[in-house]
């Protein structure tokens, strides 16, 4: 096996700060660029990192947080007020459109607007988890090429071009 193969720490580091919220790929791919993994690499280990979340996002977490809402546990009881505040700013501009509008919130690559709190309003506006996750993932995959176009003005040996 060659040395090239085997992950180091900067590999798990783009991957690590992808799962991450609000960071995502959106970090993790200018990170693996500073680090100068390769550009299609990068790309696979932020991409990979920040889907896993979405899945158990959009299955569980409407009951998680209608438990949580009525906690005992003040910690418990504010970060679900919180959660349940931020669904509620975005709800409104995304419901109109559907599945659309969430493809679209989740594909602008800024933070707050990426899978997690994508998958939290598609969960919390109801839609279907079997359209929701595709669409969720593929605004993701929209993102992440646009953060690789981003990132390679600031690592033009590294471009998409090059």
């Known amino acids: 096996m060659t040395e090239a193969l085997i992950p180091t720490w900067e590999y798990w580091s783009v991957f690590g700060t992808a799962i991450l919220p ?5 970090a993790a791919i200018p990170l693996g660029f500073g680090f100068g993994i390769p550009i299609w690499t990068t790309f696979l280990l932020a991409y990979i990192g920040s889907c896993l ?3 158990f996002i959009i299955f569980f977490i409407e009951r998680i947080i209608k438990r949580m ?4 546990v003040k910690l418990f009881y504010k970060f679900a007020g ?5 669904v509620e700013k975005h709800k409104g501009k995304i419901e109109k459109y559907g599945y659309l509008g969430v493809f679209i919130f989740v ?10 709190t994508g998958s ?8 279907q988890p079997k359209k929701a996750i595709p669409v969720v993932l593929v605004g993701n995959l929209v993102a992440g090429f646009a953060m690789m176009v981003f990132s390679s003005f600031f690592w033009p040996e590294l471009a998409l071009w090059a």
């Open 22 to 26: 609000i960071l995502e790929l959106k």
């Open 53 to 55: 979340p979405c899945p």
């Open 69 to 72: 809402a009525v906690s005992r």
């Open 82 to 86: 919180w959660l349940l505040g931020k």
């Open 107 to 116: 594909a602008i690559p800024l933070p707050g607007t990426g899978v997690y």
């Open 120 to 127: 939290l309003l598609a969960a919390m506006m109801g839609l």
